[in-house]
């Protein structure tokens, strides 16, 4: 049996740790199984190019992330400790870890940065200054800083945290000062905004690539889309209607999904106009319709996968494996092949699987030891 909708309106949802999972899995399959430049027969080129939309998993989890932060906000938007809350469970679900990741770069430089830079032929900029400091304020994607070969791998995935850290900040006082009607219009509002704020970038801007692709204003359109699926499912008479309307949801999901295969075949970079402008709302609402495909159609084949044991192991400790993989993949090639593996190549493809390893057998226990103490202390405070 599954739960009623009702309940899951109100409570954990299962299917979501599953889109958690496939989340982190595209952005990883993304940084180990794809290589364009790889010589490869044609077919084998085709099949890895498959992976090439990996980095939408980023978007996946800024739909969640609004969905799933809104909707908490909107149980408790009335409660007596509602910021004090929010905002202490927040820092114990994403600082420490966060902060240990930071620390152990900065114990590399000052210990071991002599002995890394001849054995895995590579430099270990930046240098500990601002461009590592910022991080610690969640900065790191308001101006651009070149990063260097292991530094670049180890900050690189740390853009969309800042992202999400800043749209932390606003979401409470959104949430608790403006009522239903108005937050609907705000947030259809920002999904406009960052739409033409793209599309004005490359028309004023120099650069605009960068800032398109990191900026919090540019990407809350992904976030408001997940918040804005958060305001309707809280929403009895919308539940209904969408289990009412199955067919039109999944038409609505197969259009959608044409949409992300033409973007796959024909405008694979995240950093070219069209995906950078109509393309990244595009898929913000198709993550979204496979959010309301899950929550809707609990006994067809799409929530079924997402309700799949180790999809939701995946998805439990995502956080930890998205923020480590590359580092840890880029480790292990310089160890195992000297800096020259491709995971079409027998070396590369063992260093992938050890990266692989390494990466999920951390996660795990970052999960065990770190991240689940830390969550149950956070949830010893009551809105």
């Excluded at 990063?147 to 969309?160: C, E, Q, V």
């Excluded at 690539?209 to 990191?214: C, D, E, S």
Aim: charged share 15%; aromatic share 16%; proline share 5%.
């Amino acid at each position: 049996m599954t739960p009623s909708s009702e309940t899951r309106a109100a409570g954990r949802i299962p299917e979501l740790d599953g889109l958690r999972g496939f989340a982190v899995l595209l952005v990883v399959s993304l940084h180990y199984l794809h290589d364009p430049s790889a010589n490869l027969p044609a077919w084998q080129h085709r099949l890895q190019s498959f992976f090439g939309l990996g980095w939408t998993g980023v978007d996946l989890f800024f739909v969640l992330s609004g969905f799933l932060i809104v909707g908490i906000l909107l149980d408790v938007r009335e409660t007596p400790f509602y910021f004090k809350t929010f905002y202490i469970r927040r820092f114990f679900r994403i600082v420490p870890v966060y902060y240990v990741w930071i620390a152990l770069y900065v114990l590399l430089v000052w210990i071991g940065g002599t002995f890394l830079s001849r054995h895995l032929h590579t430099e270990l900029h930046p240098a500990i200054g601002w461009a590592v400091w910022r991080h610690f304020l969640f900065l790191q994607n308001v101006r651009p800083m070149d990063y260097a070969l292991l530094a670049g791998y180890w900050f690189g995935p740390m853009w969309s945290l800042a992202v999400e850290e800043q749209f932390y900040l606003v979401a409470p006082f959104v949430v608790r000062l403006l009522s239903r009607r108005w937050l609907i219009l705000f947030l259809l509002g920002v999904v406009i905004g960052a739409l033409c704020l793209r599309v004005l970038l490359y028309r004023f801007s120099p650069s605009p690539q960068w800032p398109a692709y990191v900026w919090m204003p540019c990407r809350a359109d992904s976030l408001a889309i997940g918040a804005l699926g958060a305001v309707g499912w809280k929403n009895a008479a919308f539940r209904a209607r969408l289990s009412d309307r199955k067919g039109i949801l999944y038409f609505i999901f197969a259009v959608l999904l044409i949409g992300m295969a033409v973007l796959g075949i024909w405008f694979p970079n995240p950093r070219i106009f069209f995906t950078q402008t109509a393309g990244y709302t595009w898929i913000a609402l198709f993550y979204l319709s496979l959010l309301f495909v899950v929550l809707v159609d609990t006994g067809g084949p799409i929530a079924r996968l997402a309700r799949m044991s180790w999809l939701r192991a995946c998805g439990q400790i995502s956080y930890c494996v998205y923020l480590i993989h590359a580092a840890i993949l880029f480790l292990c090639v310089q160890l195992l092949t000297n800096g020259t593996g491709s995971p079409s190549k027998l070396r590369g493809a063992l260093a992938v699987v050890a990266a692989l390893a390494v990466t999920f057998g951390v996660a795990k226990a970052s999960w065990i030891w770190l991240e689940r103490p830390l969550l149950q202390r956070g949830h010893k405070y009551k809105y």
